[in-house]
């Protein structure tokens, strides 16, 4: 039609009368015409540069990171840093799919239906020693039945800085994690010796009794309670405490109290040397506490 002759002008009609008559854009028309002149075998390549691994070569590798993984269940994310620090480059995006494709993902929870939050701020703190969360859960031995396992642990670098079981979930147990903490990275044990710190938990009768609060005070770190009914407020030691979860209370059997303290200082001393924090780049968290005291030392 746009060569066909106007009786009144006698010049053609052209593509662009004949697509605004239309109302089609040219761009169709050129593609239309660009596709007719390509031969049957033509099929459409996949955008973008071409890497240097195949689909099902880059899937041996993601195979490979996660058998050799020390953790168990990690997302594409973490699998995604390992491959680079083995210089494997790609994309995030690119092994999300080959995982999905290969049936590789972690199970997740599906999410739930909260309601209006109370606590809406950043936890997380710039620098170390600025902020601990401590917070407890349970699990089961065979001879001592249920026991409790307190955590303690920087918001900032995400470090595990004490951890401890106990057959009683009191409060004088629940200062044993920030004790380990304040003699391993202030130094010592002593009046006003963590000055300047404070530590994040929830509203436990372990937590808000006096003797915590009172121990607390003479070691001169400020209490910060989360907010009642907000976990979110305590979110660190609620994510660290979902890791141990996942990677050692719930893989594990322990014969008595003795057997799983020793299991999780052991556990402890491998999280803090080797489990990756994405907000960090990707770093451990002793890495990350290594480039702080560096930073101190040259200031």
């Given at each position: 039609m746009s060569s066909a002759v106007s009786t009144s002008t006698g010049n053609p009609y052209g593509v662009k009368c004949v697509c605004?008559?239309?109302?089609?854009?040219?761009?169709?028309?050129?593609?239309?015409?660009?596709?007719?002149?390509?031969?049957?075998?033509?099929?459409?390549?996949?955008?973008?540069p071409k890497t240097k691994y195949t689909d099902e070569e880059l899937t041996?590798?993601?195979?490979?990171?996660?058998?050799?993984?020390?953790?168990?269940?990690?997302?594409?994310?973490?699998?995604?840093?390992?491959?680079?620090?083995?210089?494997?480059?790609?994309?995030?995006?690119?092994t999300l799919d080959l995982m999905r494709a290969a049936g590789l993902l972690a199970p997740s929870r599906a999410g739930r239906v909260l309601g209006p939050r109370n606590h809406d701020g950043k936890i997380t703190t710039e620098e170390p020693d600025e902020m601990w969360g401590t917070d407890f859960t349970t699990t089961q031995t065979i001879e001592d039945g249920q026991v409790a396992v307190f955590v303690a642990i920087d918001h900032c670098t995400t470090e595990g800085v004490g951890i401890h079981a106990a057959k009683k979930a009191n409060r004088f147990e629940a200062l044993e994690p920030i004790r380990q903490g304040v003699r391993t990275h202030f130094g010592g044990y002593d009046r006003?010796?963590?000055?300047?710190?404070?530590?994040?938990?929830?509203?436990?009768?372990?937590?808000?009794?006096?003797?915590?609060?009172?121990?607390l005070k003479w070691l001169g770190i400020e209490a910060s309670p989360a907010f009642v009914r907000a976990p979110e407020g305590n979110g660190c030691a609620e994510r660290f405490i979902r890791t141990l979860k996942e990677q050692l209370l719930w893989i594990r059997r322990f014969r008595n109290v003795e057997e799983l303290q020793a299991a999780l200082q052991e556990w402890l001393v491998k999280y803090n040397e080797r489990w990756l924090v994405a907000r960090h780049g990707y770093q451990t968290p002793a890495q990350i506490r290594q480039t702080f005291l560096e930073l101190d030392a040259a200031a």
């Open positions: 605004r008559a239309w109302e089609v854009p040219r761009s169709s028309v050129y593609a239309r015409r660009k596709a007719g002149c390509r031969s049957p075998e033509w099929r459409p390549a996949k955008r973008g041996g590798h993601i195979r490979r990171v996660i058998a050799e993984s020390p953790w168990l269940g990690e997302g594409h994310r973490k699998v995604w840093a390992r491959l680079k620090i083995e210089e494997i480059r790609t994309s995030l995006k690119r006003d010796a963590a000055k300047g710190l404070k530590v994040r938990h929830d509203n436990g009768t372990q937590y808000i009794s006096d003797a915590f609060q009172t121990e």
